[in-house]
């Protein structure tokens, strides 16, 4: 591939219309050989989730995300959210870009909210060397948000890397940090916890398939269909109802979007920036509730649009999943998934609480805003301990 072509690689791959379409590998494609990948993490996510922290550890995760894709065409970039951290793949001409973004992020992690957000910077053609790769895909969650789905071991061998404390040679360090430079424009965190609709709670799913398995992607259609014969996956298990949304006044609440917009900048001007988001939260709440129409937005539709264009179902070599269902569906699901480990398909690792959050990367408005969801009180970090559990149990037996 040319340089031009590489750097549109993501944009142009087709687009997959079902999930089971974008979780099955055979339908990715290798990420090119002189791309990147960074991936982040928060270290010390369980103890501040423990402390009630759980929307600090979310915005820090997201944070990179929103300052990379404010830095180019947002279609030309594969990410994925994890709850305490991310991934994305860039073309090299982005390296400097991912670097200050990155080394930015870990210092506002730090000293704005306690949090030990871990970075790295790993070149693909180093993954390929050690024998693992990174396949991507287009899917297509809603009429505006084409989502990004993983496979090849890649992105899990990263991971392992930037734990890794002796490959120095990728952590990115907080000493080259420019908040001044970096763009967090459209990171909010305005809604309040979001109940799902009667006697229902809210599912964190984390399902890997055995890494020995000679079919992974029988695996994960069986859990599919599944899901679908429990649940009604494909309509009903969305975690957020436009009817449960609820936007927050509480100050406490809106100092996680505060500090990370105004980092960097005097206590006056984080005062006008808190003060100036409640009186947009009112000016909202009165749009939405009134059903305004500007020549710039309809708000009739921004409640429903949220709750299509969010990230509640993902691949990245392991289902990632936030749902809505009732005690007996999951009690129906954990019977099937508990005997799929016993027979050394699977492992999984799961979360319920009473309520989802949601932090939102808002370029527009009108339709153009996504939403990256976790179950509260930790839904991934929880579910992620379980799993890796499991999996140590699979890899021994």
């Known amino acids: 591939m040319s340089p031009s072509q590489t750097t ?6 087709p687009v997959l219309e079902t999930f089971f379409d974008a ?15 960074a991936i982040s993490d ?3 996510s369980t103890q501040a989730i423990e402390e009630g922290r759980y929307k600090a550890v979310n915005i820090v995760g997201v944070s990179s995300i929103v300052a990379i894709l404010n830095t180019t065409d947002r279609s030309a970039i594969p990410y994925i959210f994890g709850g305490d951290g991310a991934a994305f793949c860039f073309p090299p001409n982005m390296l400097s ?3 200050r973004v990155l ?15 871990r970075a790295s910077i790993i070149p693909v053609s180093y993954i390929q060397k050690n024998g693992s790769t990174i396949r991507v895909a287009r899917y297509r969650v809603s009429n505006v948000y084409v989502q990004a789905v993983f496979s090849g071991g890649g992105l899990q061998y990263a991971e392992q890397l930037l734990k890794d404390t002796t490959k ?9 940090a420019n908040a001044s430079s970096i763009d967090f424009s459209g990171l909010e965190c305005r809604w309040q916890k979001v109940q799902p609709s009667q006697q229902k709670k809210v599912i964190t799913l984390l399902i890997q398939a055995n890494e020995s398995h000679p079919h992974p992607e029988k695996i994960y259609n069986e859990v599919l269909h599944k899901m679908r014969a429990i649940f009604d996956f494909d309509e009903q298990t969305y975690p957020i109802s436009a009817s449960s949304l609820n936007m927050t006044m509480s100050v406490s609440e809106l100092m996680g979007e505060t500090r990370i917009r105004t980092f960097g900048k005097s206590w006056f001007q984080r005062i006008f920036y808190l003060l100036r988001a409640e009186l947009q939260i009112v000016i909202g709440k009165l749009l939405m509730k009134f059903n305004y129409k500007t020549s710039a937005t309809d708000w009739s539709l921004y409640k429903k649009d949220l709750t299509l264009n969010t990230d509640h179902r993902k691949f990245d070599d392991m289902l990632r999943l936030v749902i809505s269902g009732t005690d007996k569906q999951l009690e129906r699901m954990q019977f099937f998934l508990e005997k799929q480990f016993k027979d050394s398909n699977l492992a999984y690792g799961i979360h319920v609480s009473d309520a989802a959050i949601v932090t939102c990367m808002v370029n527009r408005y009108h339709r153009d805003h996504i939403h990256f969801v976790d179950g509260s009180d930790g839904g991934y970090v929880a579910a992620s301990k379980e799993l890796k559990t499991r999996l140590g149990s699979l890899r021994k037996g």
């Open 8 to 13: 549109d690689f993501y944009k142009t791959l």
């Open 23 to 37: 979780s099955n590998a055979v339908n990715h494609h290798p990420i090119p050989k002189d791309w990147y990948v």
């Open 42 to 44: 928060i270290s010390n």
């Open 97 to 99: 870009d991912a670097r």
């Open 103 to 117: 080394a930015t992020c870990r210092k506002i992690g730090r000293e704005a909210y306690g949090l030990d957000l």
């Open 168 to 176: 120095n040679d990728f952590s990115i360090s907080s000493a080259s």
